[in-house]
């Protein structure tokens, strides 16, 4: 493939984060992750490409995953689910969390109040919105029909249970002058997600996810299109865990974000920057969290841990504008089989919509109107990684 021009979704602002991209040349085992690597390989997909497969078997039957190698990270979009984040992994350490659910297929989703627990994949990041997050809750009707009072929301809303349209699949040379051979190649995948009924919202979500070979970023660029005609409520948060080994209680949670302005759960008895072994019978703690930006304008979360138990350091660091998601949601669920801590950027906070709309704080996006949003998230593997990151914690 030849080197072409291509916009590169990290320079443009606001919108993209693009501190956590590592600073520097790539390199895959120690050589430039150039044009000049192919000499070295046998198939330009010996140590980094990109795939597309089908679960065989159980109740994910069916779920096309992508998965993206980089050569330094392995990860897994559940094309069928959103084109979330399921697994991934830095130099083989498991950076995300599945839930007791684990994936499954769409089919067996259940989108109304708290059903879709029973379909909450988890993985290292799961969508939520694309009109409403947080609890199960209803609002008034806005699309028309006469017969239809109320608009009932399920929990974190519907769009994760729903299969993105494949676009986009492969490999991308964007010219850098500063990479080796003068460009930098990205592993890309595009989708299209449609969240669309009679008399309802009819929001469409184009999601790229791209990972630069040799590169330990996800780069998560959304967009959400109203394609109806009636102004609609934008609410999107991305639900991104993170779990054993790279949690435990050595790790050290951080952000950039202001005091709590809500709770909810066991607050009381928790530490926001760490937490402890494993409880039986343990309960959740959850903060609201205004985020607060660098000097780029982006905020920051992260968990980090020097020793994931065989000596190696590891963590995950999570990249917004603090622009386009001006809240974090801190979610803490230390029990036996569910040891996850969320980190989580939100357009809205726990009074989700209404809570906006009322403050005159929400976003409605008229028709053919977009919002931009997305997320970095960048896998650390090493003490000069972790400590890299940790400076941007005062």
Request: proline residues 9%.
């Amino acid at each position: 493939m030849a080197p072409t021009p291509v916009e590169d979704a990290g320079t443009s602002r606001p919108g993209r984060p693009t501190a956590s991209r590592r600073t520097g040349p790539q390199t895959i085992f120690g050589k430039p992750a150039g044009p000049g690597l192919r000499a070295w390989l046998g198939h330009p997909e010996q140590v980094a490409g990109v795939e597309l497969v089908e679960v065989a078997d159980g109740d994910a039957r069916g779920v096309r995953l992508v998965r993206l190698r980089s050569g330094e990270i392995e990860v897994d979009l559940a094309v069928d689910r959103a084109l979330d984040v399921v697994r991934a992994s830095v130099r083989g350490v498991p950076v995300g969390w599945l839930s007791p659910a684990g994936l499954r297929h769409p089919a067996f989703a259940e989108p109304a109040g708290w059903g879709p627990m029973r379909t909450f994949t988890g993985g290292l990041v799961q969508t939520c919105g694309l009109d409403h997050v947080h609890g199960p809750s209803s609002e008034p009707h806005r699309f028309g029909h006469p017969g239809i009072t109320t608009t009932d929301h399920p929990m974190h809303g519907r769009v994760a249970a729903l299969p993105a349209r494949l676009t986009r699949l492969g490999r991308e040379q964007v010219v850098d002058a500063q990479a080796p051979g003068g460009v930098r190649e990205m592993l890309v995948v595009e989708g299209e997600v449609r969240q669309a009924a009679p008399f309802a919202e009819q929001l469409v979500l184009t999601r790229r996810v791209e990972v630069e070979v040799g590169g330990r970023t996800v780069r998560i660029v959304d967009r959400v299109r109203n394609d109806g005609f009636v102004p609609t409520p934008l609410a999107v948060l991305y639900h991104v865990n993170v779990g054993w080994p790279v949690l435990s209680p050595a790790a050290r949670i951080r952000s950039t974000t202001g005091a709590p302005t809500a709770t909810a759960g066991d607050v009381a008895s928790k530490r926001r920057d760490a937490v402890g072994t494993p409880e039986p019978a343990g309960v959740e703690g959850v903060w609201e969290l205004p985020a607060h930006p660098d000097g780029d304008g982006l905020a920051h979360a992260a968990v980090l841990t020097d020793d994931v138990g065989d000596g190696r350091a590891a963590g995950l660091l999570v990249s917004w504008d603090v622009t386009r998601m001006p809240w974090m949601i801190e979610w803490m669920m230390p029990a036996e089989g569910m040891y996850v801590v969320g980190l989580e950027p939100s357009t809205v906070g726990f009074g989700g919509v209404p809570a906006a709309e009322a403050a005159g704080t929400a976003r409605l996006l008229r028709h053919g109107e977009e919002a931009l949003l997305g997320v970095d998230l960048t896998l650390l593997h090493g003490a000069d990684d972790v400590a890299a990151a940790t400076t941007l914690f005062p």
